[in-house]
């Protein structure tokens, strides 16, 4: 089945600096990846998501890239703000009618230091 | 529109003791879907559905059952509860198995003592 690691375990940043957060996946017939962002005593919350038929997506400070030869993916935060502290989880799901797991990354602990 | 509601919110079992988390949505999503947070092991999953009355197991079953009789409801049964599922459990819903995001109900912190 599939397998999704993710590093860093965490990660702490100065304030407008920004973060990189990186996942593999094995199953190579997955196509569908998320990111969910969990604020402390919070439920996870999806933040964006990306699809194998495009390489890179963007929405506003935050950026998604997908390389699928390599079955690598990746979260970018620009101009970090303090909002941005939470626990980011990456995750891959091949999408069919029959199967539909999401499996989730062990996450990144992110802080913004001011 | 109150989205994935889960109850409890709070639970201590002892050991041996049974019980069921409820998971409800009114959104009338075909996929909900179990996973329990450990620190450090992210979210595993546990049980999924991808309509009524189609249940499928996920990383972590053993100790767990559930159903799905409505396309709203997707209770958790622990059918005999050891520490080792000390844990907080989360209730997600998606609108169906290939479309849109994953909705999480607000979580449910389950001590086994």
């Known amino acids: 089945g599939e397998n999704v690691e993710q590093h860093p375990s965490t990660l702490s940043v100065q304030e407008g600096d920004s973060a990189v957060i990186k996942c593999t996946y094995s199953?190579?017939?997955?196509?569908?990846f998320p990111w969910y962002k969990q604020e402390l005593g919070k439920r996870p919350q999806l933040i964006i998501d990306?699809?194998?038929?495009?390489g890179e997506k963007k929405d506003q400070r935050i950026a998604v890239t997908l390389n699928k030869t390599a079955k690598h993916f990746s979260l970018h935060i620009t101009e970090t703000q303090p909002e941005d502290s939470a626990v980011y989880f990456c995750a891959a799901s091949v999408i069919n009618s029959s199967a539909s797991k999401i499996i989730f990354g062990s996450g990144t602990r992110l802080s913004i230091r001011p | 529109n109150a989205g994935v509601t889960q109850t409890p919110k709070f639970q201590v079992l002892k050991t041996g003791q049974s019980m069921t988390l409820q998971c409800a949505q009114d959104?009338?999503?075909?996929?909900m879907s179990w996973y329990r947070q450990d620190p450090g092991m992210g979210l595993r999953l546990i049980h999924y559905s991808v309509g009524a009355g189609i249940t499928d197991q996920g990383e972590v079953p053993n100790g767990y059952n559930v159903s799905r009789s409505t396309t709203e409801d997707f209770p958790l049964r622990l059918l005999s509860a050891a520490p080792s599922q000390t844990s907080v459990y989360f209730c997600?819903?998606?609108?169906?198995?290939?479309?849109?995001?994953?909705?999480f109900g607000q979580g449910t912190r389950l001590t086994v003592v």
């Open positions: 990306i699809r194998s038929n495009v």
């Open positions: 959104m009338n999503h075909e996929y």
């Open positions: 199953d190579s017939a997955s196509n569908y």
């Open positions: 997600a819903s998606r609108r169906t198995p290939g479309q849109g995001g994953m909705f």
